[in-house]
């Protein structure tokens, strides 16, 4: 169209591609040639598009080949078969309980053997605040949370943990195993990293199981170890800034091992979370209600505030004596749970008349409130005694009322062998009148399997009397196995 | 004649995209009249239903295209011919219109809901929600950014239908605590007034939630004996002799050779699951499961593989395929196969289709869990659940598990089957070696309910109230059904679904209700198909035909206001004086 520049152009610039000449040469191109092209085009886009080709080509298997497989199949069994000699397995039956004794088997003792540190259960209010409210509840509550399974009871009973414990928002499960397994998942996603300690109890692992993060265990107690891990992250993260700024990190500890007996140094780890922007979830299960001045757990032990502990879980099976557990937080945090907590979101809630009971123990502990640091000062001189024995070995904080009592020459027995020992322990002290039992763990299913102990919790209802008289039976009993073993 | 062949095929169920299905009972003249019935329904709602039938004068009826209606029902005749199918529920296809305004809804609610974020962001509106402390500022989030999204727009929006509190026992009537939210559903205060509504919101299933009679009697007098806690596992100092006893009760009742008992349902299934299978084995679920299966499947560590919700043509499929090709990558075979299926699904209201299951386990050898949380004591003629209403040995299923929460109104859980399972289960149940076990109070609620559903209390309580449940599922079925409510779910499931298509109806639907004094439970995404909001009703024996009414007036009432009554599904005969005479409340 404009024939003058065209012909003036060229000489004044190096040739440029202009659409008019290139739409001209397409035009007068022959047609087998663009075809060609046309062809060559659509074959190399076939290739970038196809996928490449895997060198085992793809097994198709027709329906007789199938029908065969299925035939050839044999499953294992379901569970393994029985043997013909086999004994079926028995525990101990208990008929009456509560206070300070415990009838196991047709046989009375003093119990030191179930977790009911405070004796709450065997207390008449507990029993009378229960009875109370199944007239007005009935027992259970035909439901979730979410559909009308929410009780006043509940509410309050949250209201009233969360101030106990000087947080803002309370959540209440009905079983204490799945408070812990439902609270870890709840925040800790595919990708975040969990810091744990190797000690911990297996609801507890398995919360961790069920959030597929990815786990680091430090050493039990270990702080150094622990500061190793963080130390290792800290390099890691410098590497990947951006993926680091995605990951959550939690360090997961319980306030008093219920594997070990150990209190946790609660204190260092809040500095770590400062210092290394890890948060800290607690489980206070065994710690609530009997470590601290008056029961606090053990943010109160060391004397920190608690507002720096994100989120603290705990269970009521045990100083408060009845079934279920509760998380306790800040609301921003605890109130994610009301979704995310599988074991709150799709449970029944809990029968409204534990829930009451558990409301009267926390009255029993507000209104006294020196029973945890009786409890501590009866740990102390339990652990001094048991200290005596000397074919065994206590573990455990002296403080806290569990004790491990582990056998000190091993030897070369087997675990089998070790755990006949201490079940012969446990048989004649219950002759005695001492209701003890061994720390049961499922072998093969624990991340760290505990060594062998008969577990001792020490708990307030017996008497100076009932106490002095079944410790003697433990040195004595405990002696004469182990002696004739060793 | 064409209208038998038509019902003949529509009685079983359809294709997997789920179309309508007829469940008519009766026979000749009656069918005819459904049928003419159902024209009317069709012509008035036109195309947005499936297969819509039209009557002629002579009474003869001819299916007629409306949309693919006549595929439709070739494609059904010739299912009918591959698989004989139990009598299943009916189940809708979405109307295409609901899908669109759903969709349109949910598109509202997130545009909004994305504003409404920006501004919170940028602090030019205050967010009303909590937000972490300021001593975390520079810790990552411990929520994502738009993580909480859905739950922050558009669940908050519902959020009062759920956790509503009630004072009392979740009977048959229930008191629901009002609550008014000064800053949309932000926080709640209480405003001490107490409403008295019907419960159609309970899992109350046989009535026994309740607060006086010789059961309530009876877990008194074991509270003041045992107390109320245990504080130790069964393996150490937790096994009471009530629970004990409980086992021996519920083996009986169950049929099987042993059982277990535990205190929560929901941990039942989750810490009991990996002691049955482990690395190496594979488990199909069927994709509604509950989320307690799923975590249980989890923990397990086993590999997974999902089948759509109770189609058996389906689940074989998955099975030949994994049996055929083993495990993914060695190509090893399976160590064993286990199918985890529910009795009834809490949210479909479906009933699992169990003989074909066993038919196809008998095939394919692989091991059947059966979840009865919902069914165990709701269904069969005695009341012992799914197994019971199909006639089925309880010996054909290897794992038998069922909560105490629902029927019997109490809580925890079961596993019964073989003496070698149970014993198996004795020895690595996370549950056994470190749960604590059940209060003795909570174990007696259940041993006197179990006895009165045996009959073994000298009363005919447990039989009277199976049969008034079922009764009750029958009549409120039908009338929901008349009213052109969309009903899903098997016909004898006490669980009625009632879908409402979008969340903003299911909200409207359920707060009028309430004023009107009626509480149902509403469910939404994600515990449903992002399409398919919905009302659910659980029955119960203890409601009371008056009580039914008076719920349906409520229903059909607020039903007109929120434009829910546009079923194109017909309906079988109203129910005759003689049928409602049949039983009266005992």
């Known amino acids: ?486 | 004649m064409r209208t038998v062949n038509v019902n003949m095929a529509l009685r079983t169920r359809a294709g997997k995209s789920g179309t309508v299905i007829l469940q008519v009972p009766g026979k000749g003249v009656t069918e005819t009249k459904q049928v003419l019935y159902a024209g009317k329904n069709g012509v008035r709602n036109g195309a947005v239903n499936g297969a819509v039938l039209n009557g002629t004068a002579n009474g003869h009826c001819t299916p007629v295209c409306n949309g693919h209606a006549v595929e439709q029902l070739d494609e059904i005749k010739h299912e009918k011919e591959t698989k004989p199918l139990s009598e299943q529920g009916p189940h809708e296809k979405v109307p295409i219109l609901k899908v669109i305004i759903t969709i349109f809804n949910y598109l509202i609610l997130t545009v909004c809901g994305y504003v409404k974020e920006y501004l919170w962001k940028f602090h030019i509106l205050k967010s009303p929600g909590a937000c972490e402390s300021r001593k975390l500022k520079d810790f990552v989030p411990l929520f994502q950014d738009f993580d909480s999204f859905y739950i922050r727009n558009i669940y908050r929006k519902l959020k009062d239908l759920f956790e509503q509190p009630i004072c009392g026992v979740p009977g048959a009537q229930m008191d629901v605590m009002e609550r008014l939210s000064p800053d949309w559903n932000w926080t709640y205060i209480l405003t001490g007034r107490v409403l008295k509504t019907i419960n159609l919101g309970s899992y109350n299933y046989l009535g026994f939630a309740e607060t006086s009679g010789p059961r309530h009697d009876m877990v008194e007098k074991v509270t003041t004996f045992y107390g109320n806690g245990v504080c130790s596992s069964r393996q150490e100092l937790g096994n009471t002799d009530k629970s004990e006893e409980l086992e021996r009760l519920t083996a009986r009742f169950l049929g099987t050779e042993d059982a277990m008992t535990f205190s929560m349902g929901f941990a039942t299934n989750a810490l009991n699951i990996p002691a049955l299978v482990t690395e190496g084995c594979l488990v199909i679920s069927d994709k509604l499961n509950h989320s307690s299966l799923v975590l249980g499947i989890r923990l397990s560590g086993a590999s997974v593989k999902v089948f759509e919700h109770n189609d058996t043509v389906d689940l074989e499929r998955v099975l030949r395929d994994a049996i055929s090709s083993g495990q993914p990558r060695t190509h090893k075979p399976w160590k064993k196969i286990l199918i985890v299926v529910e009795g009834i699904y809490s949210m479909e209201g479906s009933i699992v289709r169990l003989p074909e299951m066993i038919a196809l386990k008998k095939k394919y050898k692989f091991y059947l869990y059966l979840d009865e949380a919902h069914s165990i004591g709701a269904l069969g003629p005695r009341g012992r659940g799914v197994l019971d209403f199909y006639g089925i040995d309880p010996k054909e299923v290897d794992i038998l598990m069922g909560t105490f929460t629902k029927s019997f109104g109490a809580c925890g859980g079961y596993i019964g089957g073989s003496r070698a399972l149970v014993d198996h289960i004795r020895r690595h149940s996370h549950s056994v070696a470190y749960g604590t076990s059940c209060p003795a109070p909570i174990v007696q609620q259940v041993i006197s309910t179990m006895t009165a559903i045996m009959g073994e209390d000298g009363t005919n309580t447990g039989q009277n109230r199976i049969k008034q449940l079922a009764w009750n599922t029958r009549y409120m079925r039908q009338r929901l059904r008349e009213m052109r409510f969309t009903v899903i779910g098997h016909d004898q499931s006490p669980v009625i679904p009632v879908l409402m298509y979008m969340p903003t109806s299911v909200g409207a639907f359920s707060r009028l209700c309430r004023e009107r004094g009626l509480s149902t439970v509403s469910v939404g995404f994600p515990a449903t198909n992002l399409l398919e909001a919905r009302i659910r009703i659980c029955l119960s024996a203890a409601h009371t035909k008056e009580m039914l009414d008076k719920a349906l007036e409520i229903m059909s009432e607020v039903g007109d206001l929120v434009r829910a009554k546009e079923a194109g599904m017909p309906c079988s005969p109203p129910l005759t004086e003689e049928e409602l005479q049949e039983l009266v409340w005992c």
């Not at chain 1, 009375?108 to 179930?114: E, F, H, K």
């Not at chain 1, 399974?149 to 969360?162: P, Y």
């Not at chain 1, 004649?428 to 299913?445: F, H, I, Q, S």
Request: proline share 5%; with cysteine; hydrophobic share 40%.
């Open chain 1, 1 to 486: 169209m404009n024939d003058n520049m065209e012909s003036v152009l060229p000489l004044l610039t190096p040739e440029p591609w202009s659409f008019g000449e290139l739409f001209e040469a397409f035009r007068q191109a022959p047609m087998y040639h663009l075809i060609f092209e046309g062809l060559l085009i659509i074959f190399i886009i076939r290739l970038l598009l196809s996928k490449s080709y895997s060198i085992q080509s793809k097994m198709v298997l027709t329906e007789k080949e199938k029908d065969q497989l299925i035939e050839e199949w044999t499953p294992e069994p379901l569970v393994p078969k029985l043997p013909d000699d086999y004994e079926p397995i028995k525990y101990r039956t208990v008929t009456q309980q509560g206070g300070s004794m415990l009838t196991v088997d047709g046989k009375q003792g003093i119990n030191l053997g179930t977790f009911n540190f405070l004796g709450m259960l065997g207390r008449k209010e507990t029993a009378d605040a229960a009875v109370k409210s199944l007239k007005k509840y009935g027992v259970g509550t035909c439901g979730p949370r979410g559909f009308y399974g929410t009780m006043d009871v509940h509410l309050d009973f949250e209201e009233r943990i969360a101030k106990f414990f000087g947080m803002e928002m309370g959540i209440l499960y009905s079983y204490g195993f799945s408070t812990v397994a439902s609270c870890i998942p709840a925040y800790s996603k595919r990708g975040d990293i969990i810091f744990c300690d190797e000690g911990v109890c297996f609801a507890v692992q398995m919360g961790l199981l069920a959030s597929r993060s990815q786990i680091k265990f430090f050493k039990h107690n270990d702080m150094e170890d622990l500061e190793r891990l963080l130390e290792e992250q800290v390099i890691e993260d410098k590497k990947n800034p951006k993926k680091a700024k995605k990951t959550r990190k939690f360090m997961v500890v319980e306030g008093l091992y219920t594997n070990t007996g150990q209190i946790t140094p609660i204190n260092k780890l809040v500095e770590f979370k400062y210092k290394y922007k890890v948060r800290i979830f607690l489980d206070e299960s065994m710690s609530f209600g009997v470590l601290g001045k008056t029961g606090h757990g053990v943010t109160e032990h060391f004397g920190i505030d608690v507002t720096d502990i994100d989120l603290i879980s705990a269970c009521m099976e045990n100083s408060l004596g009845t079934l279920g557990g509760f998380c306790v937080g800040s609301k921003y945090v605890v109130d994610h749970q009301r979704l995310s907590g599988l074991g709150y979101c799709f449970s029944a809630s809990l029968p409204p008349m534990l829930a009451s009971a558990a409301m009267a123990a926390l009255d029993i502990m507000e209104d006294d409130p020196t029973m945890a640091s009786r409890l501590q000062a009866r740990s102390e001189h339990v652990h001094e005694e048991l200290a005596k024995i000397a074919e065994m070995k206590v573990a455990g904080d002296p403080v806290a009322p569990i004790k491990h009592l582990y056998v000190r020459e091993t030897g070369d027995k087997t675990r089998q062998e070790i755990m006949k020992l201490l079940e012969l322990i446990v048989n004649m002290a219950m002759d005695e009148g001492v209701v003890l039992t061994t720390a049961c763990y499922l072998e093969e299913e624990e991340a760290f399997l505990p060594p062998p102990s008969i577990r001792v919790a020490v708990n307030i209802a017996p008497t100076e009397d009932q106490l002095a008289m079944s410790l003697q039976v433990i040195q004595k009993v405990a002696s004469e196995v182990l002696q004739n073993e060793v």
